[in-house]
């Protein structure tokens, strides 16, 4: 193998320069800027390798990295490399921006975009953003972002965080009233954690604070679905009906006016069944003293979740409930749907654990999930 590295102005002409020696076969091991021993090569240098020996290059822009390849040389490269990996993302998202759009722009302000486009906001939306926050800056809409002076780093991460939080919404309340019984129903595709939340949520709202909680499965598709809640219930000492039809499930609450919180577990619905269960939505979106969270994995691919939102609109949800934030570290298709649908976010489910990983979802939270890819350095204003 050999490892070559090539340096340009910019990160696209350094891949085309290796493109062109090296071939489609190439692999691309890092991308990053230059340091300064070598800056004078060119401002970014990209590394390839290849599996057969190239030919040497005269070119002085295109300094060869290889020598005898050695397993310190290698597992230096790949230390290297590991070091690298955020900028290298930062600086390969960065170069996916149109260039003249970037022309002039400070690295703020670019690394911006690169930060919420590598959490997985949309990029359409994270120029909306980054636009509206440099507006929001030079407090004239519509303005240039390269009216953003470069010593206004500080500043304009603020306005970003600014522009974020007016975004998207959240609230944990549960209920769509304070009147007794505050009714939740959780809805959403097969194994989103609906009923593992709705225990977690009974635990910490209900039996915590002592209050009269009755747990209620619309579940009858599944076989053992109701036993879960069941086997849930009886740990916890709590009552739980299973009703077999809408009809059923009114009753139910009808007779159980006196509890304080009643939790409704449903069925996981894929994209086809959301059709077939023709009573189950309309029940549930006339009945305004439900409150229904749609509850999605935060780890889902953003256009299958986009998607899935979009399915689920027959319920017309109250909130977004987000499960599985263990499991990604992209949260932007969290923020994509909560500002898309103008929602409020309700809940983040962060584990398995019942009931410890079940959090109220914060503003704060969650832009400190997504600018975690600015390696610290753009922090939610205090
Ligand atoms: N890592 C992780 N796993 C979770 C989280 N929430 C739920 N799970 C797991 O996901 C699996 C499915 O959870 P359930 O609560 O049964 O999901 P569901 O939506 O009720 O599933 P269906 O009723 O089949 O549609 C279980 O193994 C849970 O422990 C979470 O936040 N993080
Ligand atoms: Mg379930």
């Known amino acids: ?63 060869s990295a290889a020598g005898t390849s050695t397993s310190d040389r290698l597992s230096q490269e790949f230390s290297e490399l590991k070091r690298e990996l955020e900028g290298m993302r930062r600086a390969l998202t960065r170069s996916a921006y149109a260039p003249s759009e970037w022309a002039g722009v400070p690295q703020d302000v ?73 009714i939740v129903a959780l809805i959403g595709p097969p194994g989103s954690g609906k009923t593992s939340t709705l225990v977690k949520l009974a635990v910490n709202y209900g039996l915590a604070a002592r209050r009269g909680v009755l747990l209620l499965s619309m579940d009858t598709h599944r076989v053992g679905a109701a036993d879960q809640l069941r086997g849930y219930a009886a740990i916890l000492g709590v009552n739980v009906h299973v009703a077999e039809t809408t009809g059923a499930l009114a009753q139910t609450i009808e007779e159980n006016r006196a509890k304080e919180l009643i939790f409704i577990d449903t069925p996981g619905l894929t994209q086809n069944e959301l059709d077939d269960e023709a009573a189950l939505a309309p029940f549930l979106s006339n009945r305004p003293d439900i409150d229904i969270h749609l509850v999605l994995p935060a780890s889902m691919k953003p256009a299958d979740l986009t998607r899935i939102v979009d399915g689920f609109g027959v319920f017309h949800p109250d909130r977004l409930l987000f499960t599985r934030l263990d499991e990604t570290g992209s949260c932007g298709s969290i923020f994509n749907e909560a500002a898309r649908t103008g929602k409020p976010l309700s809940f983040f489910a962060t584990g398995q654990r019942i009931p410890e990983d079940l959090e109220v979802a914060g503003q704060e939270r969650l832009l400190d999930l997504i600018l975690a890819g600015q390696g610290g350095r753009v922090r939610t204003a205090a």
């Open 110 to 182: 670019s690394d911006a975009y690169a930060t919420l486009t590598a959490a997985e906001i949309s990029p359409d939306l994270a120029r909306e953003i980054v636009q509206a926050a440099g507006a929001r800056l030079s407090n004239q809409r519509g303005s240039s972002l390269r009216t953003v002076s470069r010593g206004d780093g500080a500043n304009f991460q603020r306005a970003l965080i600014e522009e974020l939080q007016s975004r998207f919404t959240v609230d944990s309340s549960l209920g769509t009233s304070q009147a007794t019984p505050r």
């Open 1 to 63: 193998m050999k490892i070559k590295s090539y340096y340009s102005r910019t990160v696209e002409d350094a891949m085309a320069s290796a493109r062109q020696e090296l071939g489609p076969e190439a692999m691309l091991l890092n991308t990053r800027k230059a340091p300064a021993e070598s800056r004078h090569l060119g401002e970014y240098e990209v590394v390839f390798a290849t599996l057969a020996p190239q030919p040497s290059d005269e070119d002085p822009s295109v300094a």
